[in-house]
């Protein structure tokens, strides 16, 4: 969860870098509320709108096993030979 100290959570709003999960995790659901306020300012988001978010955050997810994952996976399978 983002429960990091006040006196980080204020450094990673104006702009430092996070250091651990637990800060960017912060980061991220920062991001996420800002959006979620800036596209419905005048009323709670709806379920749609943190389905939304979910069906991003999880793009994001596998975007990432693809580029950074994936390939180191295929290396170690052919170094080590196939599990399955």
Not at 29 to 43: A, D, G, H, K, W
Request: aromatic share 12%; hydrophobic share 30%.
């Amino acid at each position: 969860m983002p429960y990091i100290p006040i006196k980080r959570r204020e450094e990673i709003q104006d702009g430092c870098i996070p250091q651990n999960a637990g800060e960017l995790n912060f980061k991220i659901t920062f991001c996420i509320l800002e959006y979620l306020y800036n596209i419905n300012p005048s009323e709670p988001s709806h379920y749609s709108d943190y389905n939304e978010v979910i069906g991003v955050l999880e793009c994001c997810k596998l975007e990432v096993y693809r580029k950074r994952i994936a390939g180191f996976e295929d290396k170690k399978c052919a170094e080590n030979g196939e599990v399955f």
